[in-house]
């Protein structure tokens, strides 16, 4: 057995012997390991209440050796998340690389909870305009980029076309060389609203003719600046 599995077995036999002791007898069914934290799926004995489990948080936190768990139900199971303690961001390229096959036109957002990858596709009809919001360092811009730099790494220049909007000049200036980007970063309101004036002539243009390629993405950092 791996030193992973091996830990893993000892983790969940700690939170069943937590939850004998205060007599809220339930056995860990499985689980999934995400690189940020991993998660223990607990089904109890009937009849105890997720309330009581709940209220272990911390002598399950103890048990583990961890700061804290989140315990929250999922149907007739209580799911226990614990941080992990060798976390690590999700970096963009590899998790792109690990992908058998990313779809035309779908973007790579990052990993689901359970570790899949999570893609967004941009023909979908609700993904017609997408929004990032957040407070001040939350990654807003970071999480906008992977957007655009995973396009471009699964896409041809034929195929997509970026149009960047960019009033403060850093958010996308990584990317302004790519092959897909038209014409220069956007980095005034003027020029921005010139630019979405063509934008939306071409759009009638592809209407009248029953045209809707090359795909064209318009992304703006800092909307409210504009």
């Not at 992908?99 to 359970?114: H, N, R, W, Y």
């Not at 980095?187 to 090359?214: F, K, T, Y």
Request: aromatic share 2%.
């Amino acid at each position: 057995m791996n030193p992973e599995r091996a830990w893993l077995e000892y983790s969940a036999d700690r939170i069943e012997a937590v939850l004998g002791q205060h007599k809220a007898p339930g056995a860990v069914m499985g689980g999934v390991v995400t690189p940020r934290y991993i998660q223990f799926r607990v089904r109890p004995q009937p009849g105890i209440k997720v309330g009581k489990v709940a209220a272990l948080a911390e002598e399950i936190a103890l048990a583990l050796g961890c700061e804290q768990v989140r315990i929250a139900r999922s149907g007739a199971l209580i799911h226990v998340e614990m941080p992990r303690a060798d976390g690590s961001p999700v970096r963009l390229l590899p998790l792109c690389d690990s992908i058998d096959q990313v779809p035309s036109f779908a973007a790579v957002l990052g990993v689901e909870e359970t570790g899949q990858p999570l893609l967004l596709s941009l023909p979908a009809p609700d993904v017609v305009h997408a929004l990032v919001v957040g407070t001040t360092g939350s990654g807003k811009t970071a999480l906008a980029r992977s957007i655009l730099a995973s396009l471009a790494r699964h896409n041809t220049p034929d195929s997509v076309r970026i149009v960047l909007i960019d009033p403060k000049h850093r958010g996308f200036a990584p990317l302004a060389h790519l092959p897909h980007v038209e014409g220069a970063l956007i980095d005034n309101e003027q020029a921005a609203i010139s630019r979405l004036e063509v934008i939306v002539h071409e759009m009638e243009r592809r209407d009248r003719a029953g045209i809707n390629r090359p795909l064209i993405v318009i992304a703006i950092d800092e909307l409210a600046d504009l």
